[in-house]
């Protein structure tokens, strides 16, 4: 390497246990329970929903991490064969789509409920945040059920909506609930009782009952236009939008995004219910110290050494923020290269970098956990104003450096956002001349965004900088001197030079919905594409 000269279903019970952080099969062809308990409001299923959707996604995605760069599995433990392979079974990281597809059941039942009352901002919010289930179920798994799969004894076995097709109710759904934000005869707080509480996200406990808070429809609002935007982006590749996805018309849901933009600078879709040492932020539970203080379960993960390397290459302060040396100090970051066989006392986990860095947990377990970030808003409307997808406002230039700062300042790179700023800056400067950093060096565009976006989103959004590997397939790393990367698989014998491209569908569907999910005919990992793959 060289271096740079540089300074379908649920019960009850399922939508309760959503409030922590265990995980449990969810199987959307068995038979439901009704939930019929008038108790049942959407004030009591919106607080454990959300939380129930930080906690996947800082739970869910450690094969990712691994496969995008940013984590390696320590030499103190066993091969984790299926990752480090491609080797999988149908039963490969299907708790993905079990709790998912839970998730966006409990989001389903408060939808309903709120139709009942004419609770519309509950129901905005629930439509919403299915729609945020459903866009990460159709980018991992393509064709799946959705007009089907709440319907419960009247469709026990759903049908497989083409993923295109999930895509545009996604985008109606979304429709709808800007739409009913819009309302205030419906969003009014007396037609959404507790409201202010029961919102986790972008609720203001501290307003009174009969408080209207335009903020946080606004926020809602700009949640809606941001993840839009993500599908847009996702749809849009350099080609017209009736090859990558006949039925949508980019241009339409451009102009469905609303006055109030995107997210913006500190208006992450964060929540902290109380997280507390016997409460721990999901994250910290998952990877530092679960409740009972006996340490994690999964720490067999540590600072993946093309990533930590390649922040080491760029002067990237970033590092420090993600990455935990073995002294417990910002000095001698230790990382390990992906696959290495187990045994090595020289990498073993007690000489490596862990991946408990303060950035993510800047307030240990008391920290909020986070949804929908505003750095990922940046970076998304940087490559739509590269791509001409957004003609109007600060041009692409502009809005990365935004997000490269926000990145910084949602770390806490500085002890304070002037200084977290400060600090981006000068990393932009330092790296002048280089594509991945320098968007107007020879290269760079649309490759300087994608590269940042990878820098930025370690940890926090690896299925999103996966998405960007397998749309654009752009390369990491080679146009700056660096080596190629994200790394890829270390069996001698699988001859991929690609990580794999979907996810397979887990086995209980072929158990239980065999016809329809066979007729999805033989899935293969690295050439069945998601339909916006055109790569």
């Not at 996947?56 to 691994?66: K, P, T, V």
């Not at 993510?360 to 998304?380: K, N």
């Not at 490559?383 to 406002?393: D, I």
Request: glycine letters at 8%; a neutral charge.
């Amino acid at each position: 390497m060289k271096y740079k000269k540089i300074i379908i279903f649920t019960s009850l019970a399922t939508v309760l246990f959503a409030a922590g952080c265990k995980k449990e099969k969810f199987d959307i062809n068995s038979n439901p329970d009704s939930v019929t308990d008038v108790s049942v409001t959407p004030s009591v299923l919106l607080p454990g929903a959300q939380q129930f959707t930080s906690s996947e996604i800082a739970g869910d995605w450690a094969f990712l991490q691994m496969w995008m760069g940013y984590w390696a599995r320590s030499g103190s433990y066993q091969s984790i064969t299926d990752v480090e392979t491609y080797r999988f079974t149908n039963d490969f990281q299907a708790g993905i789509w079990f709790n998912l597809y839970a998730n966006a059941n409990n989001y389903n039942i408060m939808i309903n409920k709120a139709k009942e009352s004419g609770a519309g901002t509950y129901e905005a919010i629930g439509r919403i945040m299915k729609s945020h289930c459903f866009q990460m179920l159709t980018d991992i798994y393509g064709n799946l059920p959705y007009s089907e799969a709440f319907l419960g004894t009247v469709k026990p076995t759903p049908k497989y909506d083409k993923a295109v097709d999930t895509y545009k109710a996604i985008f109606a759904d979304l429709d709808i609930a800007i739409a009913l934000l819009n309302n205030p005869a419906v969003s009014s707080v007396t037609k959404n009782p507790d409201i202010h509480t029961a919102d986790i996200v972008y609720g203001n406990p501290s307003l009174t009952a009969i408080q209207e808070d335009p903020e946080q429809i606004k926020k809602w609002k700009k949640f809606a236009n941001t993840l839009r935007l993500r599908m847009i982006i996702h749809l849009h590749n350099g080609v017209t939008s009736t090859t990558v996805a006949p039925g949508i018309s980019v241009s339409e849901q451009v102009a469905k995004i609303t006055t109030e933009g995107f997210l913006g600078s500190g208006e992450s879709a964060h929540l902290n219910p109380g997280f507390s040492g016997s409460k721990p932020q999901p994250y910290y539970r998952f990877y530092n110290t679960n409740e009972s203080g006996s340490g994690s379960q999964r720490d067999q993960y540590r600072a993946g050494e093309y990533a930590l390397e390649y922040y080491r290459y760029n002067g990237d302060p970033r590092i420090n923020r993600f990455y935990v040396s073995p002294s417990g100090t910002t000095a001698g970051q230790t990382g390990i290269t992906f696959g290495t066989p187990a045994g090595n006392q020289d990498l073993i986990g007690s000489k490596l970098s862990t991946v408990r860095g303060p950035g993510l947990s800047p307030d240990g377990a008391a920290s909020r956990s986070w949804i929908l970030t505003s750095v990922e808003s940046f970076f998304l409307q940087a490559e739509a104003r590269q791509r001409g997808v957004l003609t109007s406002g600060p041009t692409a230039k502009e809005l990365l450096a935004a997000a490269v700062r926000e990145s910084f300042i949602w770390l806490k790179v500085g002890t304070t956002d002037v200084l977290s700023s400060n600090a981006a800056n000068s990393y932009i400067s330092a790296n002048a001349g280089y594509p991945d950093v320098d968007y107007d060096e020879a290269g760079g565009g649309l490759f300087t965004i994608l590269s940042q976006k990878w820098f930025a989103l370690n940890t926090i959004a690896p299925f999103e900088t996966w998405s960007d590997y397998r749309r654009t397939d752009y390369v990491l790393g080679t146009p700056v001197g660096y080596d190629a990367g994200p790394p890829i698989s270390v069996d001698p014998g699988n001859t991929s030079t690609k990580i794999p491209r979907r996810l397979l569908y887990p086995q209980t569907e072929y158990n239980y919905n065999a016809a329809n999910v066979g007729a999805e005919g033989k899935i293969d990992v690295f050439t069945g594409k998601i339909f916006w793959d055109l790569n």
